[in-house]
């Protein structure tokens, strides 16, 4: 009997096949009942619901194990059936080793050499240390390549070919004989054990086994029983599929015996596969949906719970399920420290915190269970003995007198617990943080500090954020140690200053730089007052003081700061204060003190220029901040319209990225005019040019011009009617027609230039939010492909097999920079690969998400560019979206000459009409010049198909075989004949500044044929081109050109160590491989992590085939 479940670490997991013998060892019991309980509602034996099976019921002993509900998992059952029946997983192997085996002897069909040849394949991959799930899948790809004889070396049979027609249908020759299940296993059971790994089959399994002739059924634990309110039994979906199989293989084991026809037989054979079928799979191609009887629901069956998003190995490996959660709409509260969290007093009463009794909290633990029913009060116990008890206000005094050292408490949370708070999408690991709990009445929102918004890219216009309260004392120490918000104040991927002061504080240091009226010294203490002691005692007592000396207070005397704007000295801070100069002085701070000192600046800085806005100067923004002077609007019209005009009478000789250009630069100059004309006492001056919010842009589209609207990276297009929209006449060609807007916002739009505005915005908002599913799918690429790289402890990077990726992380000693402060120790073990993965995905996301904020802007691409452009990049495509060369001739006087040659040109290029008279089999070419037609001709070959004749600017193709399709293939295949430039070079040109050609399309040895061009300086940016033709390290030295290139034209900033290390995982196995299920994750031999990441059900079948099996290290 089982009193206790000793918990046991899971050494390794095995993929593979069940054999009939294994099957009946590991079931406990024979299912032949398709009936669960008896008109008493008792368990009918050997029925779906055999108690033997497990048990589900509470106060019940399971007959096998004699364990409880909460002790025993369970036992299976299993089926024997009447005729073997096709595992649909298995029906491509199983089609696979027909194909490739003799049909009377079950002999491999291919000769000794291929034979050898495997052998030579198979040797050189266990020498290079590959596993032999690697092994087996690279024979399965090799055998594709394989021509199959027609008859048997061995009996000389001839050999049928095979049909496989989903999902387990089998025929001879173009179903002329159909292959059943018996004949199928008989077949299968004559092929050699050891001839099964050159059919990338795991000789420790039999191909046989892929046939059932005993079938397992779930255990009951696997699907329980629901009772209704109404005392009805609800049975899982799987039961009920398990009751079709059993219902049908009785039937059809009673026609056997009394021999019905061979037509009864067969219709209940096909059905038994079905049930069968589609309790495995219920989403087979082909195949009817097995659904609920009386719902008409789709059934969830195994492959369903095993493999969707919510599946066993997705949810149960990666899901974030827990309890002691909550989850709320958050606000601001800037009297908050950084480390706390603002929790509803409803939350708090309702969530329980365990505690374990000691010696010194034992009195505190009884004022709880003696408080029960009022706040802070104790929800329940739990004994030694494992036994919970519910605190009532009856048995509360007992409870008390009988608490001991060694009970545990749940108690209500209070001031002072530890939580994580996290805001999704979770972009990177500073999404969730370690807070502090504050017990706040009478709200029901979370309350933080607004300075922490960066990290979590929240806001407060509705956004709502989770909450876990931590019951383990391990985690509690850990989330502390590693997880407060005082360690995560510096990014991991730019070194930058991720939680600062914003918008009010930033405007409020502003104003005290440039203040110099003096503060008495009750108003300074007053200003000082949510500050800590020790800050106020660092005023030097006297009459009045300067804004920027009340601030010094809380500088310690000994640190010291000189940067371009701002200088600390002897205590005292100068300068002018502003966003960008506060970050500086944060983050040197950080470096130079220790991190609980620079999260208290911060907090001090906040409290102190708060509190000099509301309580001394104040700050309003309104509409009278937005008015400039009659001069400077009479400057800035006049501006506008003359370059204008300009750009109007060069707009029809100009290239569309030229006038794109142009008209830019109109808004930028306005914005350079506003500038220099500013009220430097406006309130919207002062949060621009201090960094604190909006910016010049902002204020230049209220007060100056919108400008041109970019739209599908460009101009809105012209129609097919002559023009952008339905508002403006046929063929206009001036910037206003292309979506240019000379007003702004506090004036208004004309209503044609608000269809343009509106366009811009709709188009920004639309792409912003349908590119944030790919960037996430884009980091869990990357997150799986890099997650397993660590430091070890001699500052060498490996991955989980113990392989060395890179000897040397970094030449800056960064890691070491990024040690804990509070702990002199290296970080042995530090997941690098994952905050890379994080680092390059973060920033590319959260471009993404706020690129609407710059509708109609060019910068509105930011985020999408960069997102598309690197996501495309990292996938290592053999044919990349924007294929690009730069080409160097060998003298610079060849450059129009050699651009023109490497142009491809088809037969296409040169015709101006192509005619067709389909019931005489003509084709008819014409060209615009009889130098086209002869040019023609030479580079056509003679040809059997065709009869071709001159007729001035004509070709006359007269075909041999009439016919539609003949005469389409025709037609397609001479006007893409190319007779002209290099494959694949689309387009060419001429950068005279570089001294190159820039062609879109790449072909480097097409390129390297032409004489003119210099073999040394040819550049592509297809890395898998660029590797086979240079060479491994090109290669790699191309991804990073590129990769930089892409985030650089972005505005983002990674480090180098990041991309060097990113390059060596991708290169590591001696070619390139992309982020993709088929790239460096088809690698690896972590089978979760295959199974978790994409494709789960194609990964468990082969996992099955290979027999694959995983070691877990601990």
């Known amino acids: 009997m089982i009193e206790n479940i000793n918990l046991k670490k899971i050494e390794s997991m095995s993929f593979g096949l069940l054999s009939p013998e294994m099957i009946k060892k590991i079931a406990v019991v024979n299912i032949n009942n398709y009936q669960l309980y008896n008109e008493d509602g008792f368990v009918i034996p050997n029925g779906l619901a055999d108690s033997r099976m497990g048990v589900i019921t509470p106060g019940v002993r399971c007959e096998t194990c004699h364990g409880m509900m909460n002790q025993c998992y369970g036992h299976f059952g299993h089926i024997e059936l009447s005729r073997p029946i096709i595992n649909p997983l298995f029906a491509r192997k199983i089609h696979h080793i027909l194909s490739y085996t003799c049909q009377s002897c079950g002999a491999l069909l291919f000769s000794d050499k291929k034979k050898q040849e495997l052998n030579a394949l198979k040797n050189r991959l266990e020498i290079q240390g590959k596993s032999l799930n690697n092994i087996l899948h690279m024979i399965d790809d090799y055998l594709k390549l394989v021509e199959k004889p027609k008859t048997c070396p061995f009996c000389n049979t001839n050999q049928d070919k095979i049909i496989l027609e989903l999902p387990w249908d089998y025929f001879f020759n173009d179903h002329e004989h159909n292959i059943n299940p018996i004949q199928i296993r008989t077949w299968l059971e004559k092929v050699k054990t050891e001839d099964l790994v050159y059919l990338g089959f795991n000789p420790l399994n039999r191909p046989e086994w892929m046939i059932f002739t005993h079938f397992l059924v779930a255990p009951l634990t696997v699907r329980p029983t629901i009772t209704l309110e109404t005392g009805v039994k609800a049975e899982d979906d799987l039961t009920h599929k398990y009751a079709d199989i059993l219902r049908i293989n009785n039937y059809l084991s009673a026609s056997l015996e009394k021999g019905a026809p061979e037509v009864v037989i067969e219709d209940m054979w096909s059905l038994l596969q079905y049930h069968i079928g589609t309790l495995i799979d219920n989403e087979l191609s082909r195949v009817a949906v097995a659904r609920h009887p009386s719902s008409n629901i789709p059934l969830n069956t195994l492959i369903q719970r095993l493999t969707s998003k919510d599946g066993m190995f997705r949810n149960n490996l990666l899901g974030k399920r827990t309890d002691y959660a909550a989850r709320s709409v958050i606000s601001a509260d800037p009297y908050l420290k950084l480390d706390e969290v603002g929790v509803p007093e409803t939350i708090a009463r309702n969530m ?231 970050g500086v002085l944060i983050k040197d701070f950080y470096i130079k003190r220790t991190p609980e000192e620079a999260a208290k600046l911060i907090e001090n800085i906040c409290n102190i220029s708060l509190s000099y806005l509301i309580q001394y100067r104040g700050f309003t923004v309104g509409l009278s901040d937005y008015v400039v002077n009659k001069k400077v609007e009479n400057t800035i019209d006049s501006f506008i319209e003359t370059k204008y005009a300009e750009a109007e009478k060069k707009i029809r000789s100009m290239k569309e990225q030229e006038i794109i250009y142009e008209l830019d630069n109109i808004r930028n100059n306005v914005y350079d005019i506003l500038l220099k004309n500013a009220n430097i006492n406006s309130s919207a001056h002062i949060m621009a040019i201090s960094g604190a919010r909006g910016g010049y842009p902002n204020f230049g589209k209220m007060v100056g011009m919108c400008g041109q609207q970019i739209i599908t990276n460009g101009r809105p297009e012209i129609g097919y009617d002559g023009r952008a929209i339905s508002h403006i006449k046929r063929d206009n060609t001036s910037p206003e027609a292309r979506g240019f807007i000379k007003s702004n916002f506090k004036k208004g739009l004309t209503p044609r230039e608000f269809v343009f505005a509106s366009y811009s915005s709709r188009e920004s908002f639309i792409t912003a939010y349908t590119i944030i599913p790919e960037t996430g799918y884009g980091e869990r690429k990357l997150v799986y492909a890099l997650q397993d790289l660590y430091m070890d402890d001699k500052n060498i990077i490996r991955d989980g097999d113990s392989n060395v990726v890179t000897f040397e992380y970094t030449k800056n000693k960064f890691v070491e920079n990024l040690k804990y402060q509070n702990f002199d120790c290296p970080p042995v073990g530090a997941p690098v690969g994952i905050i890379i993965a994080h680092a390059l995905s973060e920033k590319i996301s959260q471009s993404a998400l706020s690129a609407f904020h710059f509708a109609g802007s060019s910068g509105s691409l930011i985020g999408t560019m960069a997102s598309n452009d690197l996501l495309a990049f990292l996938e290592m495509r053999a044919n990349p979206p924007k294929e690009l060369m730069q080409i160097y001739p060998k003298q610079p006087t060849d450059l129009i000459n050699l651009a023109d040659q490497l142009v491809q040109r088809k037969i296409q290029d040169y015709v101006s009409d192509v005619k067709l008279d389909v019931e005489n089999g003509i084709l008819l070419l014409t060209c615009s010049d009889k130098a086209d037609v002869e040019f023609i001709v030479k580079q056509l070959e003679h040809s059997k198909t065709y009869d071709l004749t001159e007729n001035g600017n004509e070709l006359r193709f007269s075909i041999k075989k009439i016919g539609f399709k003949e005469i389409m293939f025709l037609k397609n295949r001479i006007l893409r004949k190319i007779v002209r430039g290099v494959p694949r070079i689309l387009e060419a040109h001429v950068l005279e500044n570089k001294g190159c050609i820039e062609t879109r399309g790449s072909n480097i040895l097409g390129v390297l044929k032409n004489e003119l061009v210099d073999p040394t300086r040819v550049f592509s940016n297809n890395i898998i081109e660029m590797t086979k033709i240079f060479g491994l390290e090109a290669g790699r030295a191309t991804f990073l050109e590129n990769i930089n290139i892409i985030f650089t034209a972005q505005g983002i900033d990674v480090r180098e160590e990041f991309l060097d290390l990113l390059a060596d995982r991708l290169f590591f196995y001696g070619k390139p491989l992309g982020i993709m299920r088929f790239g460096v994750l088809a690698q690896k031999d972590a089978l979760l992590t295959k199974i978790a990441f994409e494709s789960p059900k194609q990964n468990i079948i082969n996992s099955a085939i290979y027999g694959s099996d995983t070691n877990f290290k601990h």
């Open 352 to 582: 329980g915190i365990s505690d374990v009794v000691t010696s010194r909290n034992i009195e505190e633990m009884k004022s709880y269970i003696l408080n029960s029913g009022t706040y802070p009060s104790a929800l329940n116990v739990v004994l030694p003995t494992g036994s919970k008890r519910r605190i009532t206000a009856e048995n509360k005094e007992e409870l008390a007198s009988s608490l001991a050292p060694g009970w545990i408490i749940f108690r209500n949370a209070k001031d002072g617990d530890i939580l994580i708070f996290n805001r999704q999408p979770s972009l990177h690991k500073y999404s969730v943080m370690a807070f502090k709990a504050k017990v706040l009445p009478g709200i029901r929102a979370f309350r933080f500090n607004p300075v922490l918004t960066s990290p979590f890219n929240a806001d407060f216009d509705g956004d709502e954020m989770n909450m876990w309260f931590l019951q383990d004392i391990e985690a509690r120490a850990e989330a502390e140690a590693l997880m407060k918000v005082k360690y995560n104040l510096i990014s991991a991927r730019d070194g930058s200053l991720l939680i600062k002061p914003k918008h009010g504080h930033i405007s409020s240091l502003y104003l005290m730089s440039h203040d110099k009226s003096l503060i008495s010294f009750s108003q300074a203490q007053q200003i000082l007052s949510n500050c800590s002691f020790d800050v106020i005692s660092n005023l030097k007592s006297k009459d009045s003081y300067l804004p920027l000396e009340i601030l010094s207070a809380i500088f310690p005397k000994d640190y010291e700061y000189k940067g371009k704007d701002v200088i600390i000295k002897d205590g005292i801070i100068s300068g002018i204060l502003t966003n960008k100069t506060v």
